[in-house]
């Protein structure tokens, strides 16, 4: 394996509960929303990305009824191979 990307991993959320935010003009400066920027190609090898998903939960019912279930996490790392590319911005 080649040595790790950069990586900044706080993905914002909309209110639909997707993750990201859609492409817009003028933005190509700025950080991705997903916060993972790869500085070089991988070659012929890949990068190990590990993605983390943590939840909290509470709830509510009738009567006042309510409570909070365990928090949760769900963590995976997957092998990307990233190749070169190139983009005209604008």
Known sequence: MI???SLG???PSTLNGSI???YARGKAEEAPPCGVTYLKASGNGSYPLKATLTWAIT???AGGTGGELPNGTFATTT???VQE???VNG
Do not use: H, S
């Open 3 to 5: 040595g790790p990307p």
């Open 9 to 11: 991993l706080e993905l």
């Open 20 to 22: 990201g935010e859609p």
């Open 59 to 61: 709830w509510e019912g």
């Open 79 to 81: 092998e990307v191979p």
């Open 85 to 87: 590319i190139q983009a």
